[in-house]
């Protein structure tokens, strides 16, 4: 299994960022998927989930009406359109699969068994 | 749910056990909580879930307790490579991080 983000850089307040995460070594439409944030020595911030065909997504309060999450089943990729950044969206996103499949989740969220390394979005002007 | 962890910081000679504690704002499924390890530079790793279930790998030495708002995760024989940032996690229904104990050497 791994997961390769991609898409982080130094952008200004107010503009947009793409993140993407790659996935491989699982069947991409058996798993939920996660992003996770880590501001700069601080701890971890779930950030937005989406099911494992993509029709239910969920957002944290601090980003809802701004992020949006999506999945490529063509590409096994996940992604966060991040817009209007504020410095607060300043950490490092990590994309995480969730560690039960369709067929196996309890519970709507699960818990996340594999992250990718993260990838840094830096807002500042 | 708000996730509190105690202590922030901790400072331990290897070999020691040590317990780390999560409390919720309200009353949580035992199902429901999650622990990670973050070492410096790394992405976090899952230890346990649903409270006291250890995934494949993860030794015997980490282990899992609580119910209602109060859980916590003991480390037994504390080696180099388990002084880390632990957080917990809660899930289910929503999705939150308590603010992560920092164990240290002392």
């Known amino acids: 299994v791994q997961l390769v983000e991609s898409g982080g850089g130094v952008v200004q307040p107010g503009r947009s960022l793409r993140l993407s995460c790659a996935t491989s070594?699982?069947?991409?439409?058996?798993?939920?998927l996660h992003w996770v944030r880590q501001a700069p020595g601080k701890g971890l911030e779930w950030v937005a989930f989406?099911?494992?065909?993509?029709?239910?997504?969920y957002y944290a309060d601090s980003v809802k009406g701004r992020f949006t999450i999506s999945r490529d089943i063509s590409r096994n990729t996940v992604s966060l359109q991040m817009n209007t950044l504020t410095p607060e969206d300043t950490a490092t996103y990590y994309c995480a699969r969730e560690g039960c499949s369709s067929a196996t989740c309890r519970a709507e969220l699960s818990p996340v068994d594999f992250w990718g390394q993260g990838t840094l979005v830096t807002v500042s002007s | 749910i708000v996730l509190t962890q105690s202590p922030g910081n901790l400072s331990v000679s290897p070999g020691e056990t040590v317990t780390l504690s999560c409390r919720a704002s309200q009353s949580v499924s035992s199902l429901d909580i999650a622990w990670y390890q973050q070492r410096p530079g790394q992405a976090p790793k899952i230890l346990m879930y649903?409270?006291?279930v250890r995934p494949t790998g993860i030794p015997d030495k980490f282990d899992g307790s609580g119910s209602g708002t109060d859980f916590t995760l003991t480390i037994s024989r504390l080696e180099p490579e388990d002084f880390a940032v632990y957080f917990c996690q809660h899930y289910g229904d929503s999705v939150t991080f308590g603010g992560g104990t920092k164990v240290e050497v002392k």
């Open positions: 070594g699982f069947t991409f439409t058996n798993y939920a």
């Open positions: 989406i099911s494992y065909d993509g029709e239910k997504k």
């Open positions: 649903d409270t006291s």
